[in-house]
């Protein structure tokens, strides 16, 4: 099975960026899709963005299109999340989720994960 390790959160100004990182071990982490979350305090763990195997193709929650960016790096095991323009209500945990049987990168339901990393922790300053 796969293990998942995020890294690369912190605290950052608003207007800032940060790239996490997913790094696996025990797999290929090419043979899963995998996607980025996050949970804020109170909330609902939400979908941020997914990649696919081959990493043809990305999707993305409509709130963070164009801020985020979602990409792999075969060779170093590990999924990337690039994140921009950051603000304040960016503040959460980012977790790392993986399946090998997700056909689709188009969903954003969390149950469809059956691997989840530990979280890394983003705090985004006014």
């Known amino acids: 099975q796969v293990h998942l390790v995020e890294s690369g959160g912190g605290l950052v100004q608003a207007g800032g960026s940060l790239r996490l990182s997913c790094t696996a071990s025990g797999r290929t982490l090419s043979s899963y899709t995998t996607g980025w979350f996050r949970q804020a305090p109170g909330k609902e763990r939400e979908f941020v963005a997914a990649?696919?195997?081959?990493?043809?193709?990305?999707y993305y929650s409509d709130s963070l299109k164009g801020r985020f960016t979602i990409s792999r790096d075969n060779a170093k095991n590990t999924v990337y999340l690039q994140m921009n323009s950051l603000k304040p209500e960016d503040t959460a945990v980012y977790y790392c989720?993986?399946?090998?049987?997700?056909?689709?990168?188009?969903?954003?339901?969390?149950?469809?994960?059956?691997?989840w990393g530990q979280g890394t922790q983003v705090t985004v300053s006014s």
């Open positions: 989720a993986a399946d090998p049987w997700l056909g689709s990168v188009r969903t954003a339901d969390k149950d469809e994960y059956d691997y």
């Open positions: 990649i696919s195997r081959n990493s043809v193709n990305t």
